[in-house]
């Protein structure tokens, strides 16, 4: 079982829709938890880190479900500009390090 | 803004060579990584260092080693590289605690052949 699991898509929907990821953890010990957002042939950037009281950044919410392992991300009135692969990231490093596991990514096309 | 650079966007190596790929941050992050990037798997964790001249090893270690010898920088060394880590390696450098962001290099694309 992989550490993180997420749907790899894609994902099409218009603008202007709403759209949710969902993912799946395995390390109950985790202690932090990110979504991060992969432009075609770019780096990955954060879009969020995850709270366990859930979260919202403008169009965006992450939920963290610690009883299910779930993490969520919820988006919004979707813009072309929300075309991405938009990955699931959890910190699996104790002791104060990060040991990020990055799930493999969920891509999503938005189109007019 | 935080910048994480990397010497070479595009790279290709014979097999057998020794190959050093490098990495500099400006923002006196102590934390560094390095990932490998493949179809399918995902970002994977190499190597991370949370200190100068201290490293330790991620998910998939073998056939690589790092140094660090200044806080803003990051070596990766494959010692005698093989088709199979044709990739795309990037590096991140992030501050102290767990929470804290990682900033992502653009990412060196290594061939072998």
């Known amino acids: 079982r992989k550490e993180v699991e997420q749907d790899p898509g894609p994902f099409n929907v218009p603008e202007g829709a709403t759209v949710a990821f969902n993912c799946t953890y395995s390390?109950?010990?985790?202690?932090?938890f990110f979504w991060y957002r992969q432009d075609c042939r770019k780096e990955p950037k954060l879009l969020m880190s995850v709270y366990s009281s859930g979260n919202e950044d403008g169009r965006f919410t992450a939920q963290l479900n610690r009883a299910s392992q779930y993490i969520s991300l919820l988006i919004r009135d979707s813009k072309l500009s929300d075309s991405a692969t938009y990955l699931c990231v959890v910190n699996k490093g104790n002791t104060g390090f990060q040991k990020l596991v990055f799930g493999t990514g969920t891509r999503l096309l938005v189109s007019p | 803004d935080v910048k994480v650079t990397q010497s070479s966007r595009y790279l290709v190596k014979r097999t057998g060579e020794k190959v050093f790929l490098e990495c500099v941050q400006d923002?006196?992050?102590?934390?560094m990584f390095w990932y490998r990037q493949d179809p399918g798997l995902g970002l994977r964790l190499i190597y991370f260092?949370?200190?100068?001249?201290?490293?330790e090893k991620g998910d998939i270690p073998e056939g690589y080693s790092v140094s660090r010898e200044k806080k803003e920088r990051f070596s990766l060394i494959l010692e005698s590289a093989s088709t199979n880590q044709t990739s795309m390696y990037l590096c991140a450098s992030s501050g102290t605690g767990t929470a804290n962001e990682q900033y992502f290099g653009p990412g060196t694309r290594l061939t072998v052949t």
């Open positions: 260092s949370y200190d100068v001249k201290m490293k």
């Open positions: 923002m006196d992050h102590e934390n």
């Open positions: 390390n109950s010990a985790s202690q932090s």
